[in-house]
Structures are given as C-alpha cells and as structure tokens.
C-alpha cells in the first residue's frame, strides 16, 4: 500500500492542519459553523422518582474514576489489558456454531473464552433477545463469568434500528426513526426518548447504547444511514443529538456518537464495499462534525468511527476506523474528544476484502482506537496486538492509555465499583493444603474410663 509514501503524506497533512489552527488562533478567526456554541440542558421533572426496583445511578466525578482506574490498571496484566481493547459478537466468545447463531444463553464456550481473553464487552443484537427474563439472565451470566466487568452494548436507536423494541416479548417503548422524529419533534421529546431507552434496557443489564446517529443526511442517494439520521440541518441534528446524549447517560447507560467523521454524504454502504466520501476540510467542519461536537459537550462516553474513507483529507483510501489522521489529530486534538473512541463493526466488507482480522486490529490500535468492535477473528486480532506490545510494535503506554480511558467509563458509570476494585486489589487468598491426618472412620473400643 506504499506505508513509507503514505506515513510521509500523513506527516505533511498533520503539519499543514497544525499550522492552519496556529494561523486561526493568531487572527482570531472562527471556523465555519464552530465556535462556542449555548446548547440546551435538560433536567428530568422535579417530581419523578424512580421506581422501586430501579438500580440507583452511578456517576463519579472523573478525579475519582481516574484513580480508581490508575489503581485498577496496576492489577492487570499485560493479557488482560490487551483483552480489554475488544468488544465482541457472542459468535467469537462461542465459535462453535460458525459466525451466525441465535445464542441466548451463556454457554461454556463463553466462558472459557472470557477466561482466557477476558474482552472489554460484548454486543447483543435481535438473534440474542428472546424475553425480558432469559436476556437478563444471559447478561448476568456473562458478566459474572468476567473478571473485569463488561461493557454489554446494543444498537437502541429508535426506528428500524432498535434490538431491543422490536421484540414485542420485550415491552419496551416503540419509538419512530430519527428521519421522522427531526422532522416534527424538538429536543424535549428526543430527551425523554433517550431517558426511555437507557431505563428500559439497562433493567436488563445493557449498560451501552450505540446510538445517537449524529451524521447529518445530504445524499437522498444515503442508503445505509437511511432514516436513520436526525435530518440534513446540522444545526437541527446537533439539538436532537445532545439531547439524547443527555437522556440516555443520566439514567446510568453511556451514548455512542455514530459513524465519526459523518457518513451523511455516502452514496455507498460499508457492510458491502469500500465508500470514500468526497468532502474537504472546511466541509467536514462546517457541516459533519457539528452534531458531533454537540455530543461531545453533552458529555458522550464513545465515539464510533465509521469505515469510510475521505482521501481528500487524509490522501489514501484508508478507512476513517484505522487512520491516525482522523481519530488523533482531528478527533483527539481538534475536537478535544477525551472519551472512548470505538470502531464500527470490523466483520463488515470494507473491512475484511482488504485486511486479515490481525492486520485491521493492528491498524486501528495504531491509528488511535480505544476498541475495535467485532473483530472477524477474536483470537487472530487479540494475539496480533499482544504480540506488537510485546515486541514495542505499540509502545505499552499506548495500550496503557486506551485501557485507562475504558476503566474511567466503566468506573464513572458504576459498571465497575470500589467494592470490586477493593476485591482486586485484596485478593481472598486461597486456603493452603491442610496437613492435619485423616480421622480414622474405625469406631474406637471403648474403655472402662469411657464407660
């Protein structure tokens, strides 16, 4: 793919982007569509109360989690800290019935897998819900079976996309698309809906949500965000987005801005084949990354960066998911973004017709990903990035700084508590071997004293 040509191009675009923002800075100038921005904060009625049997929320200040996190990270090993850079398909925890099947129950396959890589979380879709009962079992299995506890995600967006509501078993609230809702809602009826969403599926254990889509939809010829998208009005998308964000955390489940840096103006889908989007600089600015920025100030936990390309940015087709360029430099640097940084689902065609599992893990935890989601081989993706740790390929303060930001979330949102951290840290030890002989199971003779 000529690595030597492209790193260098990287380099002059970095550099080109760096002395862009100093010369911003020193004329005071603004970019388009950015700048301060007032966004709506929303607060649940002044009357509500939660219900008996609703788990109290935890949110930690960030001092806190981060020491909690610091503490926790000392007790992991290098494996473990390594296993925590997936979330995975209940198919690569259990490969035994091939990469399509219809678990609903936590096997022994699973098991043994978290076991032995003990991954950062697993995602559940519709072939994985069968009631409210037997979907919270399932997670309580798993996360029981974990050491480190799990991220349990699932896309809840509301529409067609809703795993969870279209169960009808499941009774949830049905939601309309995001298409529908940005055209004749406003921001108070997506902050309830987002409320909603993370009380009903976090009563059975779910404790991440993929969603809000906060790409802005201008190619009516869009037909993998579809009517997934809030509208083609940044501004708009930006209210609806934050207002979500804000529901969905304050009831205790964290939200993922999706497909980074803005997917809206594809024409093709990455599920089937490579998209490159012809979008400039100034565009993505202008126009993509508003809602995004608006999610980040509401306070998302994740961002998800999609497999498109945009080669006039970053001069390659390489996907967003795997470039430096747009998750450190844009992402990190110049949105200020300091949560997790997701990967679209790596079992996807842009992916896999380009890239060995090993290949796309190692890519993407070089470009800048905290996780890579759904690698198409766990074990492929998980000892290729074991090995460049080993090897200094990924320096280990790399992988220590993607684990650390995955421990502060999972500590701030109560995933992981004191308690468990006091555990790890205090070990029970295991009784020793006793010496002490076996009692003879021969009934004694009795003596006259006895007598």
Do not use: W
């Not at 219900?51 to 930690?60: F, G, H, K, M, Q």
């Not at 994740?302 to 945009?310: G, R």
């Not at 796309?360 to 074990?379: Q, R």
């Amino acid at each position: 793919m000529g690595n030597k040509n492209r790193n260098k191009r990287c380099i002059y675009r970095v550099t080109a982007m760096v002395l862009c923002g100093i010369l911003l800075t020193l004329t005071s100038c603004t970019l388009p569509g950015r700048g301060e921005k007032n966004y709506t904060r929303y607060t649940p009625p002044a009357e509500e109360s939660p219900a008996v049997s609703e788990a109290p929320v935890i949110t930690l200040s960030k001092e806190e989690a981060t020491d909690f996190a610091k503490r926790y990270l000392q007790q992991m090993s290098l494996e473990e800290k390594v296993a925590q850079l997936f979330v995975v398909k209940l198919e690569e925890l259990d490969t035994s019935e091939g990469g399509y099947y219809e678990f609903k129950k936590c096997t022994k396959g699973m098991k043994e897998t978290l076991a032995k890589i003990p991954v950062s979380g697993v995602i559940l879709f519709s072939r994985n819900i069968s009631n409210p009962k037997k979907t919270k079992k399932m997670i309580e299995r798993l996360q029981l079976s974990s050491k480190t506890p799990l991220f349990v995600a699932v896309d809840e967006e509301g529409g067609s996309v809703a795993r969870v509501a279209t169960n009808k078993k499941m009774k949830t609230t049905v939601f309309p698309s995001a298409e529908s809702i940005g055209k004749s809602k406003d921001g108070d009826y997506v902050y309830d809906m987002g409320r909603t969403i993370a009380r009903e599926i976090r009563s059975f254990g779910f404790n991440v949500d993929f969603a809000p889509v906060a790409d802005v939809k201008t190619s009516d010829l869009n037909t993998e965000i579809g009517d997934r998208s809030f509208g083609s009005d940044p501004q708009k998308v930006s209210e609806l987005v934050s207002a979500f964000v804000q529901g969905c955390q304050e009831r205790g489940v964290c939200a993922t801005l999706k497909h980074f840096p803005g997917q809206g103006a594809s024409v093709g889908d990455t599920h089937q084949e490579s998209v490159d989007i012809d979008s400039s600089i100034s565009k993505l600015r202008g126009l993509d990354f508003v809602p995004f920025e608006a999610g980040i100030h509401a306070g998302a936990e994740f961002i998800m960066v999609s497999h498109i390309s945009v080669s006039r940015v970053t001069e390659t087709k390489e996907p967003a998911s795997m470039s430096e360029l747009v998750m450190k430099t844009i992402l990190r640097e110049e949105l200020n973004f300091e949560g997790i940084v997701i990967t679209d689902a790596f079992d996807m065609a842009s992916v896999t017709e380009y890239y060995t599992p090993a290949e796309a893990a190692l890519n993407a935890v070089k470009g800048g990903a905290d996780i890579v989601l759904m690698p198409n081989d766990l074990e492929q993706a998980y000892n290729a990035v074991l090995d460049a740790v080993k090897s200094d390929s990924i320096p280990q303060s790399r992988l220590d700084e993607s684990v650390t930001r995955i421990l502060i979330t999972k500590f701030r949102r109560g995933i992981i508590t004191e308690e468990q951290l006091t555990a790890v840290e205090n070990p029970t030890p295991k009784p020793s071997p006793t010496s002490t002989p076996k009692k003879s199971k021969k009934t004694p003779k009795k003596t006259p004293k006895d007598e």
